[in-house]
């Protein structure tokens, strides 16, 4: 194994988990526009996704840093080809940090609240396009793979979150409904997803092995959502989403070999990195565990709010 394939598979394990974590917090806007008319959903999206605003990025700023550190040639290229839509992604996360961030300091009615399930929508959609145009050798971000692989990442967090917000509802002691209204959720958006994903991967050609792992696990993953078997079904839906990142990868063509930095930048960025996950994973998984025992939430900050000024007047 050489020292770019190293550097290859570490870049799409930091993205593997910006997909599974961020992407699931990012999908849950979505829920939380449709959830319009039910406060008890709302209230697990809030919490389940308040500690997270910043730390999920983590994991796409370590692929960026390590795709500069071993690649930077093609890192450069692929930023000047695709600037519109990696500035619109970024414009999407800074929206979505503003309006929640304003939402939870409001004292008053939430008058931006409705804006955060579209703003959540366009961070993955411009990412996905831009993942499916370099895999594809699309001419465009907007062409049909990459407006079709915009598409399927969209829809793939969305079901993440559904999938993971069935636990955070039962660990959070809500109503029965509301475990429920998810469990459907992750139903519809799999089954969804799964006949989206299939034909699109027989039209563009994808022939890596990991597409049928993905069908079997998103087909278990089913199975286990209507079986309540709901911590399995995050490893499987884990597994069935990460399958199809892992083996869009394999079509792209990039000359990895000819790009990569030397061997002792190499060394050097994989000692930095190895250091940094000490104190990073560590952390992040002390969040996860943590994630919504403090019942961080934008009614509760709102009410803190309301009762801080009530008590100075």
Do not use: K
Not at 41 to 63: K, S
Not at 152 to 172: G, H, K, P, S
């Amino acid at each position: 194994m050489t020292h770019a394939d190293i550097a290859f598979g570490l870049i799409l394990a930091a993205l593997s988990a910006y997909l599974l974590f961020g992407g699931a917090d990012l999908g849950a806007g979505l829920w939380h526009l449709l959830s319009r008319d039910r406060p008890g959903d709302r209230r697990v999206i809030e919490r389940a996704t308040g500690p997270f605003r910043g730390a999920d990025h983590a994991w796409l700023a370590a692929g960026l840093l390590m795709a500069w550190a071993a690649f930077p040639s093609i890192l450069a290229d692929l930023l000047a080809a695709y600037r519109v839509p990696l500035a619109l992604a970024a414009a999407g996360l800074v929206a979505r940090a503003t309006v929640q961030g304003l939402t939870r300091a409001s004292s008053g009615p939430p008058r931006l609240e409705p804006l955060l399930g579209p703003v959540s929508q366009l961070t993955p959609f411009c990412l996905g396009a831009v993942a499916a145009a370099v895999s594809t050798g699309a001419p465009s971000w907007m062409s049909v793979s990459g407006v079709y692989g915009g598409a399927l990442t969209t829809m793939l967090c969305a079901y993440l979150a559904a999938v993971r917000l069935i636990w955070d509802a039962r660990r959070f002691g809500e109503d029965q409904d509301v475990p429920l209204h998810f469990q459907g959720y992750a139903v519809v958006s799999g089954v969804a997803t799964g006949l989206f994903a299939l034909p699109g991967a027989v039209v563009f050609g994808v022939r890596s092995p990991l597409i049928l792992v993905s069908a079997a696990a998103g087909l278990l993953s089913l199975v286990l959502v209507l079986r309540r078997r709901h911590l399995a079904v995050r490893l499987t839906s884990a597994l069935a989403v990460v399958s199809v990142l892992w083996g869009g990868a394999s079509m792209a063509d990039l000359d990895l070999a000819g790009s990569v930095a030397r061997n002792g930048a190499l060394d050097a960025a994989f000692a930095v990195l190895a250091v940094g996950a000490v104190v990073l994973v560590p952390a992040v998984a002390w969040l996860y565990v943590r994630r919504g025992s403090r019942g961080h939430s934008y009614g509760h900050g709102r009410a803190h709010g309301m009762a801080h000024r009530a008590r100075r007047a």
